[in-house]
């Protein structure tokens, strides 16, 4: 049997190889092809519908009922207390006398005060008789003129003595007087913060007075409730035991500093007519409808940055791909956002996931909020 040549056997292998070489390719093709798959597989993202703020919601705080005018009551001058007559829920009126100081000192000046104008009354009496009969006696050539003018200067000086000791014995009535406290409003009594036996100072409380006047209730508002009230927003108020017991109010003063410790500032809301039961002390709840909110609120894990700008990845929902749209924040909490523009409202905005996205990159929604 004849051997096959050389040159039959090279083109047997050549023939052999162009007919693998199809095979191999089509091989290489779907192995690339499940490759690229597994790389454009759409990342699950978390998103949310972005919606235009619609009406204000309801911010419901904590606090307590007190007296719109509260006096601090105290004596005008220093002394020991001999006397307390009020307690803590007194009701009192202007001219009840709470508590007295002891007046021996201020007796002893009035007993001197009062000597001390009968003589400069005396002296008064004695210059005016002088006056008048130098007076008399000039015309007549019976006197000098220099003796003349020597007894009207006295009859001066002796009247501003006069006049002097008639002062210092009103202010010595006066300090008499002062060691008697009176209430000098109608209202109840808050606070005592003395005892009967005490030594105090002029000035000293010693009393807290709430007037009957006018009820206030006082919160503590975070910031953020005060920037979204309205100009002049009603508050509706409500005793925490009973609800049932309500109140319309007014915001009557903002405190123009913030508690150091709280952050919060401190709101008075004057009551209109309030009912009997909200007693001084009273805790209650204060209602009140915020502003409604003109941006757009996301959540804010949705915020991030492209070229040093604040922005939020957007996902087109034709081809579910997402790219990159600056926005403007005019306000932000730490668990939300508030964006003045950038968005017009029905984005689908993502809210999780963000740092590892890139342009154009497929997702898949998970847990996507209307």
């Known amino acids: 049997m004849a051997r096959p040549t050389p040159w039959r056997s090279a083109v047997g292998v050549a023939m052999l190889a162009l007919l693998l070489t199809p095979a191999l390719a089509l091989s290489g093709c779907e192995w690339r092809t499940k490759a690229k798959a597994k790389v454009v597989e759409p990342r699950p993202v978390r998103t949310v519908t972005a919606t235009k703020g619609g ?29 307390r007559l009020g307690n803590v829920g007194d009701r009192v009126e202007p001219d009840q006398v709470l508590a007295k100081l002891d007046p021996q000192n201020e007796l002893n000046a009035l007993r001197s005060a009062q000597a001390a104008l009968s003589a400069a009354e005396g002296r008064l009496t004695e210059t005016s008789n002088a006056f008048e009969r130098q007076k008399v006696l000039l015309p007549q050539g019976f ?49 005592r913060m003395a005892e009967a036996g005490e030594v105090v100072q002029p000035g000293q409380t010693v009393f807290q007075v709430a007037r009957q006047d006018g009820r206030d209730a006082v919160f503590d508002v975070p910031a953020q409730v005060i920037r979204s009230a309205p100009s002049d927003p009603k508050v509706v108020v409500s005793l925490t035991d009973d609800p049932s017991i309500t109140a319309s109010g007014r915001i009557r003063q903002v405190d123009p500093q913030a508690d150091p410790i709280t952050r919060t500032f401190r709101v008075r809301v004057g009551l209109i007519d309030p009912p009997s039961a909200m007693f001084l002390g009273a805790t209650v709840k204060g209602r009140m409808e915020l502003a409604a909110t003109p ?76």
């Not at 204000?56 to 006096?71: D, H, K």
């Not at 009207?152 to 000791?165: E, G, I, P, V």
């Not at 999780?352 to 929604?365: E, N, S, T």
């Open 55 to 83: 009406d204000g919601e309801t911010v419901v705080l904590t606090g307590q009922i007190s007296a719109e005018n509260e006096a601090s009551l105290s004596f005008r001058i220093g002394g020991r207390i001999i006397e």
């Open 143 to 191: 006197t000098t003129q220099a003796l003349y003018d020597q007894a009207q200067q006295a009859l001066r000086t002796a009247q501003s003595q006069l006049d002097n000791a008639e002062a210092q014995l009103h202010i010595a009535k006066d300090r008499v007087s002062y060691t008697q406290l009176k209430a000098g409003v109608a209202g109840s009594i808050t606070a």
């Open 295 to 370: 941006g757009i609120a996301v959540p804010a894990s949705a915020l991030t940055r492209i070229n040093g700008q604040p922005a939020v990845w957007l996902v087109d929902p034709k081809d579910m791909t997402v790219s990159l749209h600056n926005v403007q924040v005019e306000r932000f909490d730490p668990g939300s956002v508030l964006l003045s523009h950038g968005l017009d409202g029905g984005e689908i905005v993502v809210t999780a996931g963000v740092q590892a996205l890139h342009p154009g990159q497929k997702v898949r929604l998970l847990g996507a909020t209307p």
